[in-house]
């Protein structure tokens, strides 16, 4: 609550200081306004950047390093005994001290220790919020008056404003790169620990899979097999399952609704087909494991097939369901980019309308359209909450999509959902799996928008 | 081809041979379109047939009838009404007495157990509620609507059959006829579930309700849309409008691109890695989800927005540069205005599929099973999507009818989004 006392004060006085900036400007032209070099109001900006940026900084880094700061000092207070315990007992002693200083409750009896040690965090926790208090105060009024001070008739505050303005501009457009970096260093960096441990080639060819590594060393059958050759394997056989149903389905959609429907039937179906790629993923898991799932059983059952409950079919089917307004929509855009001269053409030499789709449109749209076929495929490889919710957990290396499979983001949840330490290779399998992940659909994509553009090109 | 038109047909004559076979397999292949086209709308009909005709029974919840005697020397020995002894006595006995009382002839502690089953736990907390709200209560018998357990709310909601053996069934023979009993006397009813709507998470089907993670989705949409939509905006207008065309835009402008295809899960490891595991933010806040869900939808709101501002004549800019205005002057107070309509628009369809987002918020541990209501970004929280993936996963019949009904909330919220989105496209933009 403070700090939010804190940030309206700070908003409070950035406010305040454009609008004695402006008044400021007036003054010093003594009410001649086209004296002065910018218009009144970026002289108010400009006082209102200098009292609010410096301050924006100071909070900014005051809530990312307090905690871990006063945690030191505290740790640093605690007597040696303490200091000789092993990191993770040592954020349990922390923790302990945080919950008593903050609520007053402990799991059990809190030793002398570490009541002190929760008084001193109190304590440094009072200072440190008063010192922030003073600190971005200070600062804020101090930047203010110095702008206050250099405001002149001469001084070019539009300048200064929009160069400003132009920086936080340049730096939110590199937040993308920085995502990728992130994302690429994160999981590179765990994966490259799972990789001392485990070597890359059992992981990549190893067909064997059972994460689970022994808590006691005396424990029988859980010795930890990081072969991912079944995880990749199930994930091909579901996203080859949901391709079949996705592209012949989505992509006879779009022919129809783009060569033969009646404009009144395309304006119709559309959103309606639509409102397939908006339904969250979770919503299809939870078909496909009430609904799909058990019928597909029954169908295989009464058939005289065994169906496992988690079937790589009934996932498979209902991930195409989802993938095919994602097909439709990108080979409509293909389809469309054909020219009518093209269709005209095929019409004069007596083509039915289907002869024309078939030899001249499709191959015409055929890079466009395999584009589309390539984002799709590298999305039904990411698609995590249909498979964890359908589809099985036993890594079974099989083609039959009657069995149980499971995939590489089934694995990466449930290696990670839950208590995580961040030294075992259970974990870090799942950033190596993470890796794989994105380096295939990385690679899709890039193929698939390197067609698509290419294509493009031939019409224009 | 070529051989045959060397015989004795005449060309008009071959093609007229032809012209059946074609007409046929034109027709097939129109039948074939139109096909899947039913077929993708019936996948719709039947997704929403099966949540619906699962999900509408939650809305209403069975209620018991009780004559509860609030028993002064249960609650309030002292008679002080002092509220710390008011809040931790003993109401489940009195709902017990009140059963007891109701059905004398139940004599034996197995099945007087059986009988206290039919109530759920919750109706101690209501009755709580009740005397805390009104200490005048304390001594008078009134009657009261408690909630009944799961399995009676299946059963007058036809999920237990009555005709299963009794082995089979999760009520036994005897308490299906206390429940008849219950029913002739008008003491059982199905009413309006506000609980569904006004509760957190419950491990009690009938006491379990979707307000907490509602409010977590909240929080943690508000938390992605006041980072993503500056951000977003800020990042099309540098592209748009101020970037050169240079080495360093181009590669922005992949990584964007990028972005946006990269799976859901991944940007799950990030925030796990760089938010959680570096700067060690809170597990399952809020502000973490919403972090990486701002990550998540920047590529899809930076690509709206350049898509609004090119739609911006340069006409508009051309004019408002030719006034003396300064290039920022005429991005700010000229084209961004105008192209302000299709970036909220696309602001909108980004914060949909944040909503329905659950992958990346398991790896960032909003899966905990969380009762309370959160109330700051920092508090521990679970979102929409992943209490309806957390219900699925709950093995007692009564929580599919729940998840079937916050699946058609959570639809019902992102319809409306969609349709503010195609409304204000509609009423704003502008054809130039």
Not at chain 1, 275 to 290: D, K, M, N, Q, R
């Amino acid at each position: 609550m403070q700090i939010f006392v804190l940030l309206l004060t700070l908003a409070a006085m950035t406010v305040i200081s454009f609008y004695l900036g402006r008044q400021r400007a007036l003054t010093v032209a003594g009410g001649n306004i086209p004296a002065l070099n910018s218009l009144p109001s970026y002289y108010g900006y400009y006082m209102a950047l200098w009292c609010g940026i410096p301050v924006l900084f100071i909070v900014i880094s005051w809530l990312l390093f307090e905690s871990a700061i006063v945690a030191g000092i505290v740790v640093a207070s605690l007597p040696d005994a303490f200091a000789a315990l092993p990191d993770q007992q040592l954020n349990l002693v922390l923790n302990e001290i945080v919950n008593l200083a903050r609520d007053n409750v402990t799991a059990g009896q809190a030793s002398s220790d570490i009541a002190t040690a929760a008084q001193l965090y109190n304590q440094i926790k009072a200072v440190s919020s008063g010192l922030l208090f003073v600190l971005s105060i200070t600062l804020g009024a101090g930047g203010a008056a110095f702008a206050w001070n250099r405001i002149r008739v001469q001084q070019r505050a539009r300048n200064k404003v929009e160069r400003t303005v132009l920086i936080f501009l340049m730096v939110c457009s590199t937040i993308a790169i920085f995502t990728t970096l992130g994302i690429v260093l994160s999981v590179l960096f765990e994966a490259m620990r799972f990789f001392q441990m485990v070597p890359v080639a059992d992981f990549l060819l190893g067909l064997e899979w059972s994460p689970q590594t022994a808590i006691r060393s005396d424990q029988v059958g859980s010795s930890g097999a990081f072969g991912a050759v079944p995880l990749f394997a199930g994930t091909m056989l579901i996203s080859a399952i949901a391709m079949t149903v996705a592209v012949p389905v989505g992509l006879m959609t779009t022919i129809y609704l783009s060569e033969y429907a009646s404009p009144a039937v395309r304006s119709r179906s559309k959103p309606l087909l639509e409102i397939l790629a908006g339904i969250p993923t979770v919503v299809y898991g939870f078909f496909a494991a009430l609904t799909v799932a058990p019928l597909i059983r029954g169908w295989g059952e009464s058939l005289g097939l065994s169906v496992s409950s988690e079937s790589a079919l009934a996932a498979g089917i209902v991930m195409g369901i989802m993938i095919i307004p994602f097909v439709s929509s990108l080979s409509d855009d293909a389809i469309n980019a054909v020219p009518q001269s093209l269709r005209d053409g095929a019409y004069a030499l007596g083509a039915t309308q289907s002869e024309t789709i078939k030899k001249v449109i499709i191959p015409a749209a055929l890079p466009g359209i395999a584009g589309g076929i390539l984002l799709a495929v590298s999305r039904a490889i990411g698609e995590t909450m249909i498979v964890v919710m359908a589809a099985g957990l036993a890594a079974n290396l099989t083609a039959n999509p009657l069995e149980s499979v499971t995939t590489v983001t089934v694995q990466i949840v449930t290696l990670l959902v839950g208590d995580q330490e961040f030294d075992s290779p259970k974990t870090l399998a799942a950033f190596a799996l993470g890796l794989v992940l994105f380096a295939v659909t990385l690679t899709l994509n890039v193929i698939a928008l390197y067609i698509v553009r290419k294509y493009r090109e031939q019409y224009e | 081809m070529n051989k045959r038109s060397k015989g004795k047909h005449s060309a008009a004559e071959r093609i007229n041979a032809g012209l059946a076979r074609r007409r046929a397999v034109e027709r097939l292949f129109r039948y074939t379109g139109l096909l899947s086209l039913l077929l993708g709308l019936t996948f719709l009909c039947v997704l929403f047939f099966s949540i619906i005709s699962k999900g509408y029974t939650a809305f209403q919840q069975t209620f018991i009838q009780l004559e509860i005697h609030f028993d002064e020397q249960k609650l309030d020995p002292s008679g002080e009404k002092d509220y710390e002894a008011l809040s931790t006595a003993d109401y489940g006995s009195l709902v017990k007495k009140s059963l007891r009382t109701a059905f004398p002839a139940v004599t034996s502690r197995q099945e007087q157990r059986r009988l206290y089953e039919l109530v759920s736990f919750g109706a101690a907390y209501q009755l709580r509620d009740m005397v805390l709200a009104d200490s005048a209560l304390i001594g008078q018998t009134s009657r009261v609507w408690v909630p009944a357990s799961d399995d009676v709310d299946m059963l007058v909601k036809g999920h237990i059959k009555r005709g299963v053996v009794e082995a089979e069934r999760r009520l036994r023979d005897i308490q299906l006829v206390w429940l008849d009993k219950l029913e002739t006397e008008g003491r059982l009813s199905l009413k309006f579930n506000t609980a569904f709507f006004t509760s957190g998470d419950s491990r009690e089907p009938e006491l379990a309700g979707i307000w907490g993670a509602l409010m977590g989705s909240i929080l943690t949409l508000s938390v992605a849309l006041t980072l993503s939509f500056p951000i977003g905006v800020a990042t099309a207008i540098y592209l748009e409008e101020f970037a050169p065309r240079s080495r360093w835009s181009d590669l922005i402008e992949v990584n964007i691109n990028n972005l946006a295809a990269v799976p859901s899960i991944v940007f799950g490891l990030l925030g796990l890695a760089v938010f959680i595991n570096f700067m060690s933010f809170p597990r399952s806040a809020p502000l973490v989800g919403g972090l990486v869900l701002t990550l998540m939808t920047l590529p899809t709101i930076i690509i709206a927005s350049r898509a609004a501002l090119r739609a911006v004549p340069p006409s508009i800019r051309e004019a408002a540069l030719g006034v003396g205005a300064s290039k920022m002057q005429t991005v700010f107070f000229h084209v961004l205005p105008l192209a302000l309509p299709g970036m909220l628009t696309g602001t909108i369809i980004g914060m949909a599929q944040a909503l329905g987002e659950t992958a990346p918020l398991l790896m960032i541990g909003m899966v905990a099973f969380i009762v309370d209501i959160p109330s700051s970004i920092f508090e521990p929280a679970t979102v929409l999507p992943v209490q309806i993936f957390l219900w699925a996963d709950s093995p007692e019949r009564a929580f599919i009818e729940r998840t079937s009904a916050a699946i058609m909330v959570l639809l019902g919220f992102l319809i409306a989004m969609n349709a503010l989105a195609v409304i204000l496209r509609k009423k704003l933009e502008r054809r130039w």
